[in-house]
């Protein structure tokens, strides 16, 4: 297979398995969507899932969480790692948000990249499920099947994100992100499979015999 062929196999066969792949993140609009996915950094999903309520009972909203007291939002996120930094990039977003840009998360990929604490992946996520505007958020995760799948030369997640680009059309790319990542955790995890167990890694690679070692991003 060409890389190119692998990709429109990968792609056809993610909708196939995941035609409505959901948000894994419970969330209600743009800012707790936002406020989960920061969580998420180095954390499961399903961690942030279960603190995500009390935090959303303390305030949901920009104008709620920038009033409420940093020890009582530090509390509530220390299960996700990261507590204090986390506390405080939540406590000082929502304030950014309130005062420059009328309480709303911008669907700007650049303003929302300068909030504390979102990075290029955050931002993508943010502007692929809460705006629907075409991006392919690339985490280590979705880095490590790329490289697997031949579809990457592994350098980077920036030279990952360019490349499922180009070998991907744009209308897809919102909807196989989230594929890929479900692919991932139920058939091709970092323990499950070294690139010779799954079904997409054996079509794409019928012949490899040996592990592939991932680099990390």
Known sequence: MTKQERADYIRNRLGQLYP?????????????????????????????????????????????LAAAPLDQIEAIVRPCGLGPQKAKAIKQLSGILLEEHQGQVPASLEALERLPGVGHKTAQVVM???FGIPSFPVDTHIHRLAQRWGLTNGKSVLQTERDLKHLFPEESW??????????????????????????ICRTCYAKRRNPVSTKKA
Not at 178 to 198: H, K, M, N, P, W
Request: hydrophobic share 40%; glycine share 6%; with cysteine.
């Open 20 to 64: 409505s792949p959901p948000v894994p993140l419970d969330h209600e609009d743009a800012f707790t969507l936002l406020v989960a996915v920061l969580l998420s950094a180095q954390c499961t999903d399903v961690r942030v899932n279960q603190v995500t309520p009390a935090l959303f009972r303390l305030g949901k909203t920009p104008a709620a």
């Open 128 to 130: 692929a499920q809460a």
């Open 174 to 199: 919102n909807k196989l992100h989230l594929q890929i990542i479900f692919y991932g955790r139920e058939f091709c995890s970092a323990r499950g499979c070294d690139g010779t167990v799954c079904e």
